[in-house]
């Protein structure tokens, strides 16, 4: 009898472990973001953010609001004061990043590697780098990786991304870095990638190129990343259909193709990190915005992570800037309405 029981215990034992081998794992929800990395200073200069009714708000509120759920903040060197191209010091980005944690939102770290503004018109080394040799370099970007997700850690914050260098088409940290030398690149790539994991192995490595509807151009990437081995976990676009001087709609199909095909070839996840639509078109930068969505959610096995508004709150008015998502009166635009659906 007991020989029956015990049988009996075993064969319930190994039916419920293996019932529970095929409960699905629960699946990170779909991130809906914005890039906010002027909010700082749109602050100290006294810009104010409204709600509908006029009312006082917090910018990330009012973003949360609109349905985001995660927040994108660029790393400078050691930049300057300037209320348009300098700040986001680690320190400015330690401050922010707690702000977007205790709203509940999700964070990203986009390293530039530079002093100011690295995309693909310029990647300028940092003047403090600016004479060191190529091995001194690996070592800049891994220690200063490493140092500012190290704070953040610190402070209580684990970003679930990191962008290693920010639109990099050409290379990054120029000329070493250039995609002239894809040996030397992919080398200052894996040592951003190396800086991120000695942190946290979780976190997400991003590596970021402008351009999402060019599908040649992320192949000719891409291919060359691999060959030199470099490592990440995230492809990371932007789209920008304004750039291209092109409506989304002769696009987007473009880019939803490039996404899928993306992941199905290097066997990555996939995010737009970077979106913007004229201010002033809030219907068409609407339905930009749905469509974008709507293509990333549609790669295959989930693989598509989610969508970034690039500075939404970066009002012209503040920044200069026409593709933001903010109104003259202070309040968050329509088109945001997307991120809602």
């Given at each position: 009898?007991?020989?029956?029981?015990?049988?009996?215990?075993?064969?319930?034992?190994?039916?419920?472990?293996?019932?529970?081998?095929n409960?699905?794992?629960e699946?990170?929800?779909?991130a809906?973001?914005?890039?906010?990395?002027?909010?700082?200073?749109?602050?100290?200069?006294?810009?104010?953010?409204?709600?509908?009714?006029?009312?006082?708000?917090?910018c990330?509120?009012?973003?949360?609001?609109k349905?985001?759920?995660?927040?994108?903040?660029?790393?400078?060197?050691?930049?300057?004061?300037?209320?348009?191209?300098?700040?986001?010091?680690?320190?400015e980005?330690?401050?922010?990043?707690l702000?977007?944690?205790?709203?509940?939102?999700?964070?990203?770290?986009?390293?530039?590697y530079?002093d100011?503004w690295?995309?693909?018109?310029?990647?300028?080394?940092?003047?403090?780098?600016?004479?060191?040799?190529?091995?001194?370099?690996l070592?800049?970007?891994?220690?200063?990786t490493?140092?500012?997700?190290s704070a953040?850690?610190?402070?209580?914050i684990t970003?679930e991304?990191?962008?290693?260098?920010?639109?990099?088409?050409?290379?990054m940290?120029?000329?070493?870095g250039?995609?002239?030398?894809?040996?030397?690149?992919?080398?200052?790539l894996?040592?951003?990638y190396?800086?991120?994991?000695?942190?946290?192995?979780?976190?997400?490595?991003?590596?970021?190129?402008?351009?999402?509807?060019?599908?040649?151009?992320?192949?000719?990437?891409?291919?060359?990343?691999?060959?030199?081995?470099?490592?990440?976990?995230?492809?990371?676009?932007?789209f920008?259909p304004?750039?291209?001087?092109?409506?989304?709609?002769?696009?987007?199909k473009?880019?939803?193709?490039?996404?899928?095909?993306?992941?199905?070839?290097?066997?990555?996840?996939v995010?737009?990190?970077?979106?913007?639509?004229?201010?002033?078109?809030?219907?068409?930068?609407?339905?930009?915005?749905?469509?974008?969505?709507?293509?990333?959610?549609?790669?295959?096995?989930?693989?598509?992570?989610?969508?970034?508004y690039?500075?939404?709150q970066?009002?012209?008015?503040?920044?200069?800037?026409?593709?933001?998502?903010?109104?003259?009166?202070?309040?968050?635009?329509?088109?945001?309405?997307?991120?809602?659906?």
């Amino acid at each position: 009898m007991k020989k029956a029981l015990s049988l009996l215990i075993l064969i319930f034992v190994f039916s419920s472990c293996n019932k529970g081998s095929n409960i699905p794992k629960e699946e990170t929800p779909f991130a809906k973001g914005a890039d906010v990395s002027w909010l700082p200073q749109m602050e100290a200069t006294g810009y104010k953010f409204y709600d509908k009714n006029g009312n006082e708000k917090d910018c990330l509120q009012l973003l949360k609001d609109k349905g985001m759920d995660a927040i994108r903040l660029r790393v400078f060197v050691n930049p300057n004061d300037d209320k348009a191209s300098g700040h986001c010091s680690k320190e400015e980005t330690v401050a922010m990043a707690l702000r977007a944690q205790k709203l509940g939102m999700r964070v990203m770290i986009d390293f530039h590697y530079s002093d100011s503004w690295a995309d693909p018109a310029k990647q300028f080394k940092p003047k403090a780098w600016e004479n060191h040799s190529f091995p001194e370099l690996l070592n800049d970007v891994y220690n200063h990786t490493f140092e500012v997700i190290s704070a953040l850690k610190k402070a209580g914050i684990t970003p679930e991304w990191v962008q290693v260098g920010n639109e990099i088409p050409g290379g990054m940290l120029w000329p070493e870095g250039s995609t002239k030398n894809w040996k030397q690149l992919g080398q200052l790539l894996n040592k951003g990638y190396d800086g991120v994991k000695a942190v946290d192995k979780n976190i997400k490595v991003i590596v970021h190129v402008d351009e999402g509807n060019n599908k040649e151009k992320f192949n000719d990437f891409f291919d060359n990343a691999t060959q030199q081995k470099v490592r990440y976990d995230v492809i990371g676009l932007s789209f920008y259909p304004y750039w291209i001087k092109k409506d989304y709609t002769e696009v987007i199909k473009d880019l939803e193709e490039n996404l899928t095909e993306l992941s199905k070839k290097y066997n990555k996840e996939v995010m737009v990190v970077e979106v913007g639509g004229e201010d002033y078109k809030i219907e068409n930068t609407k339905e930009l915005l749905s469509a974008t969505i709507k293509a990333v959610k549609s790669v295959p096995d989930n693989k598509g992570l989610g969508v970034f508004y690039w500075e939404p709150q970066g009002a012209k008015s503040w920044s200069g800037y026409g593709l933001s998502a903010w109104q003259e009166n202070g309040q968050p635009s329509p088109a945001l309405d997307a991120f809602k659906e």
